[in-house]
């Protein structure tokens, strides 16, 4: 939108195999010359957007959902650039060192969810009580400091004080995984490939699981996330 280059107002996504984009925007070159042009194609999308979803039809029963479910699944797995999954390769999970603490001990963790691309978590493993635990996965946002973000910790190690096992890991390009040519902005760059940033946090947060399930101190049917 002038000085030869462009930024979306808005983006929309549509399942409706007829919808001309081209069509589209000649609707809105029309309207450029509103008074408030900028908000128009926002308001057009939102516009459209409405009456998609008002000719939706919402499962009316268990059955219905379920069925519905497995499509929706199947198309964001689709999406995430996942499907085929990945093919599930050896962790290589070393615990580096053990911190003990007030109720709980802290590990640094590293595991490989794809061979030689290293995840690095911390694992808060209670004191008490004895026996296999109870587990929580705890993926972070786009905090500074990553896992080590203060509420991300307090939220561990609260989780920790009340008996799960919880387990924590640097999203790709964030905190100690914050590296060249493996940052967050290499997001971007993935789309080439058919993935972004979140295609790995998906699998990385299973890889996750396929962990803990692994310790002999959880209880690998009791995972939450």
Known sequence: DG????????????????????????KLSALRDEPDAHAIPLRHVLERTHALEAARTVPATLDEWTRERAGIRARLQQALGLDPWPERTPLAAKVLRTIPRDGYSLEDLVFESRPGLVVTANVYVPTLPAGPKPAVVCPVGHWADSKMQDVVQARCIGLARQGYVVLVYDPFGQGERDVPGNDHAESSRLMLSGTINLSYMVWETMRAIDYLQSRADVDGARIGC
């Open 3 to 26: 000085d030869g280059y462009e930024t979306p107002d808005a983006v929309l996504l549509t399942l409706d195999a007829s919808f001309d984009p081209e069509g589209e925007r000649r």
